[in-house]
């Protein structure tokens, strides 16, 4: 502690403990990019890390840490929207697997999903069928994985996936981006192929590698499952969406570990934004604070124990020419407890071209997304979202 406490007063010229005590110490100043959690544990509740907690003082003020890029740009894509009241009843809508896999219920269980897609964009999924054991030991992992001193993530921690450009564009913009800061930190595996031991999961320490393995290819089976699903919801073939996606096996993953929101400012763990990947699947501890914007209003997605939370990405929206939505979500700290998720995003490669499948281009729904390369929509998206 002191040691941060020394370089936040070389950096802002005052004590941490004088900024403590004003009312208003969820300032800028310490809203820093990104936090680091490890050491002494405190009694935090949080159900899934079991005995293992991290220091929250640690969390919330050390930093900034190399530049959470990616948080920042996501935040520029879309001003936050209003607060509003949520409305009694809405609820994200269901998805069992199970159902879709008994082929006498398939049909009305890919007209849920296409529902869902095209009214929410998130939904839950649950009798998956993944084995418990497998959430359990991959939340091991996770938590071991934070406790390794921040140094030692470099081997793994890919980082922001932002062309190297458009980094240099927002590093240009980083006072500016301040004001977008999250309270949490977060751990970014990028390309990793849990079928390839050899692959990137090898430079993730050992402890960590069979278990997200084991994670990461149910997560990403599951979407592919659901990839089939929408495709044939959208009337083309099953294997549609998986193509155009590029067949890629490999996935990127963050794992976000959110600070409890201490000084009840209702600070922000993620800032709104849209997934620009094709699908991202979730998983979420039973803390809450993950939030999905419906018609202007915010909508928790609460916890569900065994389920997966699953929303559509950009990419997505772009080949259904906006007819499947990728809509905004943000996640708010919580009053007292931490929160642990972890997404497994499913990716294109490099060169898969997005377009809208012609099927859904006609007279009345012109086509909405010029063809490009999943390259060039990456691209275009951030130099969009910044206005340059
Ligand atoms: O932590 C969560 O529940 C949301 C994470 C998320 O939106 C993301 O990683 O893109
Ligand atoms: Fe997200």
Not at 50 to 70: M, T
Not at 289 to 307: A, H, I, M, T, Y
Not at 359 to 368: F, Q
């Amino acid at each position: 502690m002191e040691k941060l406490q020394t370089c936040a007063l070389a950096r802002h010229g005052r004590a941490l403990s004088e900024l403590l005590a004003k009312p208003h110490r969820g300032n800028l100043i310490f809203k820093q990019w990104h936090s680091v959690l490890k050491t002494k544990a405190q009694n935090t509740t949080n159900s899934s890390t079991g005995n293992v907690s991290y220091n929250q003082e640690i969390a919330r003020f050390k930093g900034p840490v190399k530049e959470s890029d990616l948080d920042a740009v996501r935040a520029a894509l879309s001003a936050p929207a209003p607060v509003q009241e949520l409305k009694e009843g809405w609820e994200i809508p269901i998805v069992d697997l199970a159902q879709l896999r008994h082929s006498a219920r398939s049909d009305a269980i890919r007209n849920q999903i296409r529902r869902a897609c095209e009214e929410w964009g998130f939904f839950y999924v649950i009798n998956h069928g993944i084995p418990e054991q497998v959430f359990s030991d991959m939340w091991e992992a996770y938590h071991a994985l934070f406790q390794l001193p921040v140094e030692n993530r470099t081997n793994f921690d890919c980082g922001p996936f932002i062309p190297p450009d458009i980094l240099k564009k927002l590093n240009e913009k980083r006072e500016e981006m301040k004001k977008y800061a999250d309270y949490r930190d977060t751990i970014r595996l990028q390309n990793l192929n849990p079928d390839d031991e050899s692959g990137t999961i090898a430079s993730c320490p050992q402890f960590f590698r069979r278990p997200a393995s084991n994670f990461y290819k149910a997560l990403r089976n599951v979407g592919f499952e659901l990839l089939e699903a929408m495709s044939e919801s959208l009337g083309v073939r099953g294997d549609y969406l998986y193509n155009v996606t590029g067949e890629n096996n490999a996935i990127n993953s963050s794992l976000h570990f959110y600070s409890p929101d201490i000084d009840g400012n209702k600070n922000m763990g993620l800032n709104p934004h849209k997934d620009i990947l094709t699908l991202t699947v979730l998983v979420q501890d039973d803390t809450g604070g993950l939030q999905v914007l419906k018609e202007d209003r915010w909508v928790d997605v609460k916890p569900f124990p065994g389920s997966l939370v699953v929303n559509v990405g950009e990419a997505i929206q772009a080949i259904t020419n906006g007819k499947y939505k990728s809509v905004l979500h943000r996640v708010l700290n919580n009053p007292t407890k931490t929160r642990s998720s972890i997404s497994c995003f499913l990716i294109p490669t490099p060169d898969s071209k997005i377009e809208p499948i012609p099927d859904l281009v006609n007279e009345e729904n012109p086509a909405l997304y010029p063809t490009s390369t999943w390259k060039t929509f990456v691209y275009n998206h951030y130099a969009l979202a910044l206005k340059f």
